[in-house]
């Protein structure tokens, strides 16, 4: 059963919690460090599969994209 009234009461969580507002602001961070070691991580593996020609059309010799291909996706 529900009734048709909406009821917000605003308060802030740290004053009921204790706990900050938002954990979000914690975490946003860590994903954000994970989700660019991803993508450099995947950047990397399509820069290994790349043909000669294409290296080419980049400025890049086979022997620097395997080099920035076998650096950890920790290591900028």
Do not use: H
Not at 27 to 44: A, D, H, K, N, V
Not at 58 to 65: P, S
Request: aromatic fraction near 8%; proline fraction near 5%; hydrophobic fraction near 35%.
């Amino acid at each position: 059963m529900t009734y048709g009234t909406d009821i917000r009461v605003p308060c802030k969580a740290a004053e009921i919690t204790g706990q900050p507002a938002s954990l979000g602001r914690l975490f946003l961070p860590s994903l954000q460090t994970l989700q660019s070691w991803y993508e450099r991580s995947r950047q990397r593996r399509r820069l290994a599969r790349l043909d000669e020609d294409l290296l080419r059309d980049i400025g890049v010799d086979r022997l620097t994209a395997m080099e920035e291909a076998s650096k950890p996706f920790w290591r900028a």
